[in-house]
């Protein structure tokens, strides 16, 4: 809504909310209170950084967040969040965001948003490695947390910065991936491949079972295929290649 024609009028605080009143401009009887002054400046300059980031003009967003960042107040976990977004998106601030996100882990070590900063930030400066443990810590937070969608794509990211520097954890991420998400048509592919390049046979004969299961009947020939080579030639079993692989 538009706040251009009103005027805090009354603020008061609780144990359980914050209570603010607007009304026309001159209207207002009586003063705020230093603390209700305060919350209203914060406010004042919290939009305004805001306006500043949606215009393009970062340098000055940067500014605004920072001093609302020393003022404190009850928006500091936005401001943070503003912050470290800035901070990854501009080479010349991923110093700073570094230092203040390693900080903030230091205190919450599960912080989604620190994680991601420094996911971008070490992604940016070329340490896939490293970028990928962070997305790995955000999967299983956020799967702790009951976040499915927010677990499930950081999982599979990371997976996709590991898969050739340290394949056996992309294939964790991708399992994890995938159980969170079983509709994940880039996990399941992702999976199949290293289960047999890491000779898992048994399971690689569970994972394309489940998919022929879930796939239409046009298009399972080549699962169909595929689980039957497995049975020919990975496993005890041989017999079960001439089977349909959906029984």
Do not use: C, K
């Not at 230093?34 to 805001?50: V, W």
């Not at 605004?64 to 080479?91: F, M, N, T």
């Not at 996911?119 to 490293?130: F, M, N, P, V, Y």
């Amino acid at each position: 809504p538009a706040v251009g024609d009103v005027e805090l009028h009354a603020a008061r605080i609780t144990p359980n909310a914050i209570e603010i009143a607007f009304g026309p401009p001159g209207s207002r009887t009586g003063e705020l209170g230093a603390r209700a002054l305060q919350l209203a400046a914060a406010h004042d300059l919290m939009r305004s950084a805001d306006d500043e980031l949606r215009d393009g003009r970062y340098e000055e967003a940067m500014r605004g967040y920072r001093a609302l960042l020393a003022a404190g107040g009850p928006d500091q976990p936005h401001v943070l969040e503003r912050i470290l977004a800035l901070a990854a998106a501009r080479p010349a601030w991923f110093f700073d965001g570094l230092e203040l996100a390693r900080q903030l882990l230091g205190r919450h070590p599960a912080l989604a948003t620190a994680h991601a900063a420094l996911a971008s930030i070490t992604l940016a400066q070329g340490d896939a490695r490293e970028a990928a443990g962070h997305l790995a810590r955000i999967a299983e937070a956020a799967s702790a947390e009951g976040d499915v969608d927010q677990a499930a794509l950081a999982a599979l990211a990371g997976a996709r910065l590991l898969r050739v520097l340290e394949p056996r954890a992309a294939t964790r991420l991708y399992e994890l991936a995938l159980d969170l998400d079983p509709a994940a048509a880039e996990a399941a592919d992702a999976l199949v491949e290293r289960l047999a390049e890491e000779a898992r046979w048994p399971e690689l004969a569970r994972l394309l079972r489940e998919r022929i299961e879930r796939t239409p009947p046009e298009l399972q020939v080549a699962l169909r295929l595929r689980l039957a080579e497995v049975y020919a030639h990975h496993t005890s079993d041989p017999q079960a290649a001439r089977a349909d692989p959906a029984d």
